[in-house]
Nanobody, 124 residues
Framework: QVQLVESGGGLVQAGGSLRLSCTGS????????MGWFRQTPGKEREFVAT???????YYADSVKGRFSISRGSDKNTVYLQMDTLKPEDTAVYYC??????????????????WGQGTQVTVSS
């Protein structure tokens, strides 16, 4: 059974940093894209960043230059380093794994596996 387990959320002041981690088990994730989405109440799940098949990385415009996604050496873990956080980054952050084609990496429906979510709150 595939599982994704996240950690690292919390409360931080604007301008601060947090690092999220997500470890996958039950499969080999080397050929998967592993990424992060976020969601606030009443809104759809929003693409944040993805590591496409352990090769290239892609970011939402809203986080480009502030967030950095990386994979562990075994490719089963994905990290999201979040710097210069803003109050609008407040959301539940979800780790996801799947095999979307490159043109669809921002579509949450194409990710097969999801973590339980971790709350990130940025105070002003």
């Amino acid at each position: 059974q595939v599982q994704l387990v996240e950690s690292g959320g919390g409360l931080v002041q604007a301008g601060g940093s947090l690092r999220l981690s997500c470890t996958g088990s039950g499969s080999t994730f080397r050929d998967y894209s592993m990424g992060w989405f976020r969601q606030t109440p009443g809104k759809e799940r929003e693409f944040v960043a993805t590591s496409f098949r352990s090769t290239h990385t892609y970011y939402a415009d809203s986080v480009k230059g502030r967030f950095s996604i990386s994979r562990g050496s075994d490719k089963n873990t994905v990290y999201l380093q979040m710097d210069t956080l803003k109050p609008e980054d407040t959301a539940v952050y979800y780790c996801a794994a799947g095999r979307p084609v490159l043109s669809s990496i921002r579509d949450p429906d194409l990710y097969l596996h999801w973590g339980q979510g971790t709350q990130v709150t940025v105070s002003s």
